[in-house]
């Protein structure tokens, strides 16, 4: 069964590093594009990045880009989130999602989620 | 960036009723809306892609509609497992967005 577990989540001071990883299994993971996609305690989703499946196109939103990255290694079924310069705002839960087979935009498995808490 | 507003914030149903659930879109998205359903303490999972289509193994219960800017998630029959909150997600542009959510709740 297809299966996603976020991990590398925990407390960082503001304007410090953390990178997430997702590890997939139960499915051909350098055969879809995944996404993170994260919410903020007691609040909504926010849609955060994309990767397609061979890790050439990448698409973020406008909050995060210059200060995360997304990337993957294939070899290693992993996804990957380099979050730099961090904000009090970032702090969430932060899940990777797999995007249906054929488009980037649709996503259908989902993790359970790290939690990140960026606070001094 | 396309927003997309969900109405009412708060939806309070009997189990056994009908809950309409709204969301707009502030410019045109086609038929390239999504619903989401998460409990509490678990990740969100895909109900509807394409604004009607269900996605594998949803209850027929659940439909979808609309399309441009006005878009509707109707609940049937309500069932004690489907008190939860329910995101919309345009994929039309990027950058993705949702909404900001439904609760449906035990009235």
């Known amino acids: 069964q297809v299966q996603l577990a976020e991990s590398g989540g925990g407390v960082v001071q503001p304007g410090r590093s953390l990178r997430l990883s997702c590890a997939a299994s139960?499915?051909?993971?350098?055969?879809?594009?995944i996404h993170w996609v994260r919410q903020p305690p007691g609040r909504g989703l926010e849609w955060v990045a994309v990767?397609?499946?061979?890790?050439?196109?990448?698409f973020y939103t406008d909050s995060v880009k210059g200060r995360f990255t997304i990337s993957r290694d294939n070899s290693k079924n992993t996804l990957y989130l380099q979050m730099d310069s961090l904000r009090t705002e970032d702090t969430a839960v932060y899940y990777c999602?797999?995007?249906?087979?054929?488009?980037?935009?649709?996503?259908?498995?989902w993790g359970q989620g790290t939690l990140v808490t960026v606070s001094a | 960036e396309r927003v997309m507003t969900q109405s009412p914030a708060t939806l309070s149903v009997s189990p056994g009723e009908r809950a309409t659930l709204s969301c707009r879109a502030s410019?045109?998205?086609?038929?390239?809306l999504a619903w989401y359903q998460q409990k509490p303490g678990q990740a969100p999972r895909l109900l509807i892609s394409?604004?009607?289509t269900r996605a594998t193994a949803i209850p027929a219960r659940f439909s979808g509609s609309g399309s441009g800017t006005e878009f509707t998630l109707t609940i049937s029959s309500l069932q004690s497992e489907d008190f939860a909150v329910y995101y919309c997600?345009?994929?039309?542009?990027?950058?993705?967005?949702f909404g900001g959510g439904t609760k449906v709740e035990i009235k």
């Open positions: 999602a797999r995007a249906i087979s054929g488009t980037y935009r649709i996503t259908d498995y």
């Open positions: 139960g499915f051909t993971f350098s055969s879809y594009a």
């Open positions: 394409g604004a009607s």
């Open positions: 990767i397609s499946s061979d890790g050439i196109n990448k």
């Open positions: 997600q345009q994929y039309n542009n990027w950058p993705l967005t």
């Open positions: 410019q045109t998205i086609g038929s390239n």
